[in-house]
């Protein structure tokens, strides 16, 4: 099982991308230290996190602390983003670990070839807007430009730690030591976009973080547009 998992793993690092370098396909993980079926996901996610032509994000999640460890990355904010998520998709339940592309394919588990196919048939759709972002010291300038997305849009602005390691004392993942990509943090909503005329808007940032911003539909809907400053 191990071998099939690192082979199919390798095949999701080495896929041809489509369209990378004008828009990036998000993959959001909702996972969580407590969860003893979350490590083979957050290594298929730890090596996804490599790819130019995907911005990946881990979400943690607080609602497996109860069960003897309590997740020191969780964000109580993150659960109520995946619970949008499931309410969007009409699903009444939520699960780690989980991963969302795009805001609209929702992949159940450690999944690499469907994770594949999934990010293959996002970035193979045309963009309907076009983001640029640039930072000038602490300054974070954000311009888009609506192509043909309908409806409100969510700027949002997402900072995350690329690499952490986890000793694990307690609970179902207890005697482990792991390892978190991209791991999510400073979630912030900037503002919102009607997408009548262009969107310009700045944010101030600090520290070498690396920086995402997201245009996504208002409502947990698809993500128009992503850039990240790595």
């Known amino acids: 099982m191990k071998s099939v998992l690192s082979a199919l793993s390798a095949a999701l690092l080495s896929l041809a991308s489509v369209g ?31 790819r130019e032509d995907v911005i990946a994000l881990a979400l943690h999640v607080d609602y497996w602390d109860y069960i003897g460890w309590k997740d020191e990355f ?5 659960a109520d983003r995946q619970r949008g998520y499931a309410v969007a998709a009409h699903r009444k339940s939520i699960y780690t670990p989980q991963m969302v592309v795009n805001g609209q394919t929702d992949i159940v588990g450690a999944r690499p070839m469907q994770l594949s196919e999934a990010i293959a048939e996002h970035a193979a759709v045309a963009p309907t807007v076009a983001l640029d ?34 000793e694990i004392t307690r609970g179902e993942n207890a005697g482990k030591t792991l390892e978190y990509a991209n791991v999510a943090h400073d979630w912030q909503v900037l503002g919102t976009w009607d997408g009548q005329g262009d969107l310009a808007m700045t944010a101030q940032v600090s520290g070498d973080a690396p920086v995402v911003v997201l245009i996504q539909k208002d409502g947990h809907g698809a993500i128009l547009a992503a850039e990240a400053l790595r």
């Open 74 to 78: 969780a964000v109580p904010a993150y």
């Open 20 to 50: 990378a370098a004008d828009s990036p396909v998000v993959v959001e993980l909702f996972t969580s230290q407590g969860c003893s079926s979350c490590p083979p996901a957050d290594k298929i996610f730890a090596e996804l996190a490599h």
């Open 133 to 166: 972002v640039a930072r000038e010291g602490d300054t974070l300038k954000i311009s888009a430009q609506n192509h043909s997305a309908e409806g409100q849009m969510v700027v949002q602005l997402v900072r995350y730690l690329p690499m952490r390691a986890t």
